[in-house]
């Protein structure tokens, strides 16, 4: 369907004169669509942004109209249901689009959808990692088989079913031995430390940890993780990050550490953990996020956003008035592409996507929140106006 059919349907929708014949056409246009899923995805968090908050009533009746939009009609229709779906979510989504461009954009009118121009699209990551071992080998987890990997010593290492990592045992020695897990660019892995506690791994990251604890437990980290520390009264868990320690008992919190965004993002989701940075202390509770600039010398805590802090933990993209330079870094990095601009852009984000799709699912859903033009060759992403 061209563009400018499916828009005067749009617009008949929202004055409420669009016929049932009008609507069936773009449920038919959306089903051959692709991404169709991405699509839903954002418009998630648009809906729940947009619905009225004057009173109940205008509420009730926001909701109606959706639930009438995606509610299959008595009679038959040969359209899928997950079709009506994501025709729900192409219409809820332009309805916002606008909204959110005078929000979060510095200019004062709207422009034409961009298109994505691509001669190859690229994959979303997955379970991708290198082991390395106290004596140098190293284990690509991408391709080892599941079942014991490596001994040292008496320490067993495992691959399990579900691709996570395991160790079992210990040895006099395994204080001083070390391993590290490193993650490349559009990979993500998890482990489970011989104290018991669990770790997940996003993409450019690693940690290094000895195969057995002492009276402290202690590992490096570089990049982002989310953890799950067992709880051991007699020995703290304590994170080594960029200049910084975090000392916890036990907890559940992410740590978002790269050096290309210039910043340490500690975020509590549970539990108690003290920060330490060059002589400062904070004590962070349970939805509190630390923040550390590379050029300061101060700690400032702040609620935190979790859904946003742990989007990526649950495979997705989580944009809440994200800097356009700071989303497409995080691209760079699940997808292992290369981002260059060609235009100096002002742009800020809004939307959240499954990190399972292909970039250009997620490009093509970035077009519909500004001014953005994409193109794609091999793996390298040009954003321009």
Same mark, same amino acid.
């Given at each position: ?12 929708? &929202? ?26 995805? &954002? ?35 040969? /359209? ?10 192409? /219409? ?126 202690? @590992? ?8 799950? /520390? ?68 101060? /700690? ?80 390298? @992403?040009?954003?321009?106006?």
């Amino acid at each position: 369907m061209p563009e400018a059919d499916w828009k005067h349907i749009v617009d008949k929708y &929202l004055n409420n004169t669009c016929t049932r014949e009008e609507l069936q056409q773009l449920l038919r246009w959306v089903n051959e669509e692709p991404d169709n899923e991405a699509l839903v995805s &954002l418009l998630r968090i648009r809906w729940e942004q947009q619905q009225p908050v004057a009173g109940e009533e205008d509420a009730n009746h926001w909701n109606q109209r959706f639930d009438a939009l995606i509610t299959p009609q008595p009679r038959r229709m040969l /359209i899928s249901k997950r079709a009506i779906l994501a025709a729900a979510a192409t /219409i809820l989504l332009l309805l916002t689009t606008s909204l959110a461009y005078y929000l979060y954009t510095s200019h004062t009118s709207i422009v034409a959808t961009p298109a994505i121009v691509h001669t190859q699209d690229v994959p979303p990551g997955g379970n991708r990692a290198m082991l390395t071992l106290a004596d140098g080998t190293q284990i690509s987890l991408d391709s080892a088989a599941n079942g014991v990997l490596a001994t040292q010593g008496s320490t067993s290492i495992s691959k399990k079913q579900n691709g996570q990592i395991a160790y079992n045992g210990t040895n006099a020695n395994a204080l001083h031995q070390f391993n590290t897990l490193s993650i490349p660019k559009a990979g993500k892995y998890s482990l489970v430390l011989p104290d018991g506690s669990k770790i997940w791994l996003n993409s450019a990251s690693s940690l290094r940890y000895p195969l057995a604890f002492g009276k402290e437990r202690r @590992v490096r980290l570089t990049g982002e993780a989310y953890f799950e /520390i067992a709880t051991d009264a007699k020995r703290p868990f304590i994170v080594e990050v960029n200049s910084s320690e975090l000392q916890v008992l036990g907890t559940a919190f992410n740590v978002m550490a790269y050096t290309e965004e210039g910043q340490t993002k500690t975020t509590l989701v549970d539990g108690s953990l003290a920060v330490n940075y060059q002589g400062s202390r904070s004590l962070l509770k349970p939805g509190q996020q630390a923040t550390i600039t590379t050029d300061s010398k101060d /700690i400032t805590v702040a609620t935190a956003d979790l859904e946003e802090a742990l989007a990526w933990k649950n495979d997705r993209f989580y944009f809440n008035n994200t800097d356009i330079r700071t989303a497409m870094r995080q691209l760079e990095r699940w997808y292992d592409v290369d981002v260059t601009f060609r235009d100096t852009l002002n742009m800020r984000l809004n939307g959240t996507v499954s990190r399972t799709v292909s970039i250009s699912g997620v490009l093509k859903l970035l077009t519909l929140t500004g001014e953005a033009n994409f193109s794609i060759q091999g793996k390298t @992403v040009t954003v321009g106006k």
